[in-house]
């Protein structure tokens, strides 16, 4: 995938709910052979998974930290990734990215993705 591009970050109250979308175009494969993940980075941090989806969609992964408040999903037809966040915590504020791979299927690291989006910011406060 040669382009990425994330919208629907914004801000939010704590325990409020954003979509983020990711949008995938110039690709070299079809879209619904390449595994897709968001991804966060907090200022002064590191990058660090934040949920992972397979090709087709079946299999999910989801960090520790976010299990039962975030849902990842895809639309294949559309060439689009979501990111479900519900009941955020001002600890969710980060600059959040989406990213493909065409084979790290369930990956929530970083390093073996090959293609990422400019990101888009997420702000909870308290």
């Known amino acids: 995938v040669q382009q990425l591009e994330e919208s629907g970050g914004g801000s939010a109250q704590a325990g409020g709910s954003l979509r983020l979308s990711c949008t995938a175009s110039i690709i070299t494969y079809p879209y619904s052979m390449y595994c897709m993940a968001w991804f966060r980075q907090a200022l002064g941090k590191e990058r660090e998974g934040v949920a992972a989806i397979y090709a087709d969609g079946s299999i999910t992964n989801y960090a520790d930290s976010v299990k039962g408040r975030f849902t990842i999903s895809r639309d294949n037809a559309k060439n689009t990734l979501y990111l479900r966040m519900n009941s955020l915590k001002p600890e969710d504020t980060a600059m959040y990215y989406c990213?493909?791979?065409?084979?790290?299927?369930?990956?929530?690291?970083?390093?073996?993705?090959?293609?990422w989006g400019q990101g888009t910011q997420v702000t909870v406060s308290s």
């Open positions: 990213a493909a791979d065409p084979v790290m299927c369930g990956s929530l690291v970083h390093y073996e993705y090959n293609s």
